[in-house]
């Protein structure tokens, strides 16, 4: 059942956009547009998410972003943030997950669905609820401001 969660989390989010979007499009959406996506603790993904944070720096993309942080390693230091807008939410990491009939299951893709789960009832608990939250990968670029996507004579 884990796994169908991380499989349902575009649907859901294309749901919830959808529903916002005639907001962002008329301009009259008073909420941001705030971005997760997950990663473990490896320099790999460390560098991608420094390029993510600057990406969405750079396109001056409204709201917030934050890397959600799945690691079991005590000491891991993340590198410092530099984007005002931008924060990390550490998690457990969540790869190993016992299953009702008492087998362990090893898969990475639970960190994302738990981490996010995590997030909203700790980091995230005091997001507006009519908040926009958009979910990507963490070796996504943004290129242009998140925003113009649902503008389509401006989107490219």
Known sequence: ???????????????????????????????????????????????????????????????????ILSCSKKNYDAPQLWHPRASIHATPEYKSQVLPDGTKDDFWDFNKPLGVSDWLQNGGKNLDPDAVVVIMEPDMLIGLPLELAFKTEEAG
């Open 1 to 67: 059942m884990l796994r169908l969660a991380s499989f349902w989390t575009p649907v859901v989010l294309a749901v919830i956009l959808c529903r916002r979007t005639a907001d962002l499009v008329s301009g009259s959406s008073a909420e941001p547009v705030h971005i997760l996506f997950s990663t473990n603790c490896t320099k790999q993904n460390d560098w991608m998410s420094e390029a993510l944070f600057y990406t969405h720096y750079k396109s001056n993309t409204s709201g917030t972003i934050t890397r």
